[in-house]
């Protein structure tokens, strides 16, 4: 709830994933969404033995 507080507060770049998901669900909806998002990562990072990408820095 902390990114979400934080999002609402200070705002969330234009067009990000996250500003897209608030737009259209509640805070809470948004809070589930993105916590199964981020155990998804670590997951998928503690099974393949791989750092965490930034995919901004990617693309």
Do not use: H, Q
């Not at 507080?5 to 589930?32: D, N, Y």
Request: hydrophobic share 50%.
């Amino acid at each position: 709830m902390s990114v979400i507080t934080a999002a609402s507060r200070f705002g969330v770049k234009k067009g990000s994933w996250l500003e897209r998901l608030l737009a259209r669900k509640p805070k809470l909806v948004a809070a589930i969404t993105l916590a199964n998002r981020m155990a998804r990562a670590i997951w998928a990072m503690m099974t393949k033995n791989e750092d965490y990408r930034n995919p901004e820095a990617v693309a």
